[in-house]
T-cell receptor
Framework: NAGVTQTPKFRVLKTGQSMTLLCAQDMNHEYMYWYRQDPGMGLRLIHYSVGEGTTAKGEVPDGYNVSRLKKQNFLLGLESAAPSQTSVYFC????????????????FGAGTRLSVL | DAKTTQPTSMDCAEGRAANLPCNHSTISGNEYVYWYRQIHSQGPQYIIHGLKNNETNEMASLIITEDRKSSTLILPHATLRDTAVYYCIVRSLNDYKLSFGAGTTVTVRA
């Protein structure tokens, strides 16, 4: 049981390049999330998904797109990378069930460290 | 507008209990208190959460005051591997996101 797996672990991009970050979970979780963490700061929600085929914007969605074509995968895309997107990106998932979202514990991956030059 | 206030840092001796305070004076009746930690260069790890009763699991205990305006996370026997940033988070019933503040940097010393 691997939990939440993120690939790649590290990446360096040039300004204007595009890339896709992959998040995969093997826990049959309904909800999945993408956060970013900048130095000395807490995590901020980029986008999230409450089920296969659905996505929604979080706090800082600009410059990113996401897709959830399969329940176990959540992709984060950068169409034209900018230096401001240099960050550590974390994916999380939470289990199905309760209508009270606050009870849904989120489990995180190890992160992808992205530098945009 | 931060919902929680935590000390910036604290030290703890290995083998002793670590008591981490958190103030959340504006918490409303249906908001939960969550604790996560982040060990250097790793993803956040769930520790414990509660609404109003004290909670205990294999990692820690959570003590919430009767008025719910503050709470304490207790690591009963701190080890060097507990060195991390600890985040106290107040989460609304229908809040998808976890709002991480600056947290408390806990250093466990031998």
């Amino acid at each position: 049981n691997a939990g939440v797996t993120q690939t790649p672990k590290f990446r360096v991009l040039k300004t204007g390049q595009s890339m896709t970050l992959l998040c995969a979970q093997d826990m049959n979780h309904e909800y999945m999330y993408w956060y970013r963490q900048d130095p000395g700061m807490g995590l901020r929600l980029i986008h999230y998904s409450v089920g296969e085929g659905t996505t929604a914007k979080g706090e800082v969605p600009d410059g990113y797109n996401v897709s959830r074509l399969k329940k176990q995968n959540f992709l984060l895309g950068l169409e034209s990378a900018a230096p401001s997107q240099t960050s550590v990106y974390f994916c999380a998932s939470s289990p199905p069930g309760t209508l009270i979202l606050a009870k849904n514990i989120q489990y995180f991956g190890a992160g992808t460290r992205l530098s945009v030059l | 507008d931060a919902k929680t206030t935590q000390p910036t840092s604290m030290d703890c001796a290995e083998g002793r209990a670590a008591n981490l305070p958190c103030n959340h004076s504006t918490i409303s009746g249906n908001e939960y208190v969550y604790w996560y930690r982040q060990i250097h260069s790793q993803g956040p790890q769930y520790i414990i959460h509660g609404l109003k009763n004290n909670e205990t699991n294999e990692m820690a205990s959570l003590i919430i005051t009767e008025d719910r305006k503050s709470s304490t996370l207790i690591l009963p026997h701190a080890t060097l591997r507990d060195t991390a940033v600890y985040y106290c988070i107040v989460r609304s019933l229908n809040d998808y996101k976890l709002s991480f503040g600056a947290g408390t940097t806990v250093t466990v010393r031998a």
